[in-house]
């Protein structure tokens, strides 16, 4: 136990890189901190903010200045007592997620942990993907990561801090471009998308977050060639919509024939529409609609990697009901 606490110290003090916790003054974009959400006071905000930066994926330089810091016979305040409080800050903020009341960022940071359901997630609809795949609502790159070494990837998310997080992460690779297109777009942005000659867009939990959902879906079809692919994922079932539903910011769930007809509406054709995740409607029942929680706890969805075996039976037969709804489809 002891060597296992030391290499976990040992590997967040290695990835905070502390050479730039002490420093004099420090610049910040405003977005940066904007998402900052201190709590520490005194000396405790530096390492604070070091935290916070590193797991933002902020990109940091030292550049040097002329100060003349005090000696203790001039008021120089920090102690022991302070290192030992740097320590404890440090132990409470490496694994930070997000600001208090981000409910999406959260939900991401901690699906983010959930590798084997995101690979079974993904090995849902591989087999549809193109080779020029525009993914619309990347976020953290929870989904990104298993086809980045595509022909071409275009991912875009609307939020600055996870576009800045997708750059940190996917932005050395020239087959990768990282953008922001919000729905439904712009000309100049529809044009900049055909330029791209995507045959792929990928849209998973973004569409149930857009107000004109419709719209959306057709400007999906304007940018895709013909026989071009859709790979959509929304939550499912409107009695399920509850809090955590209005903390996330959705719009709306939906039900089967209501998905058929925007999607077809919009000019595709359904290949497939399937229900996934069975097991988790009980517990998003519970979580939102009776105990009326803002965010889904930390200990169930890290339990939630038990529950595989029973979504693998999901691979044999398909459910009649489920948390989501996949849809792969081609423009008609």
């Not at 302070?82 to 600001?99: G, M, T």
Request: charged residues 30%.
């Amino acid at each position: 136990m002891g060597n296992r606490l030391l290499t976990l110290m040992s590997n967040m003090f290695t990835n905070l890189n502390l050479t730039d916790m002490e420093t004099c003054y420090k610049v910040m974009t405003r977005s940066i901190v904007d998402r900052l959400d201190l709590q520490s006071k005194r000396f405790g905000i530096e390492p604070e903010i070091t935290c916070k930066v590193s797991r933002m994926r902020a990109r940091i330089f030292e550049i040097p200045i002329s100060y003349h810091g005090r000696t203790y016979e001039e008021g120089k305040k920090i102690g022991f007592r302070d290192a030992l409080q740097a320590v404890w800050v440090i132990l409470k903020y490496f694994r930070w997620e997000a600001p208090r009341g981000d409910v999406g960022g959260m939900t991401l940071r901690r699906m983010e942990r959930l590798a084997p359901y995101n690979a079974w997630l993904h090995e849902r609809f591989d087999a549809a993907l193109g080779k020029r795949i525009l993914e619309v609502g990347s976020g953290v790159g929870n989904q990104t990561r298993f086809f980045v070494d595509r022909e071409r990837v275009v991912a875009s998310d609307v939020e600055v801090h996870y576009v800045r997080e997708l750059k940190a992460k996917f932005g050395n690779r020239s087959n990768v471009k990282i953008a922001s297109y919000r729905f439904p777009l712009a000309p100049a942005d529809r044009g900049e998308l055909a330029a791209e000659e995507v045959d792929t867009i990928v849209c998973l939990n973004v569409l149930e977050h857009i107000e004109d959902d419709g719209g959306t879906l057709k400007d999906f079809a304007s940018v895709l060639p013909k026989d071009g692919r859709l790979v959509l994922l929304v939550p499912s079932l409107k009695a399920l919509y509850g809090t955590l539903d209005v903390h996330l910011h959705h719009f709306r769930r939906y039900e089967l024939g209501e998905l058929k007809r925007l999607v077809t509406e919009a000019g595709f054709e359904i290949e497939k529409i399937r229900f996934l995740n069975r097991p988790g409607v009980l517990g998003w029942w519970l979580n939102s609609k009776i105990l009326k929680r803002k965010v889904l706890p930390k200990g169930q969805l890290a339990a939630f990697r038990w529950l595989l075996p029973l979504l693998k039976l999901e691979e044999k037969t398909d459910p009649s009901f489920g948390m989501s709804l996949l849809v792969l489809a081609r423009k008609a």
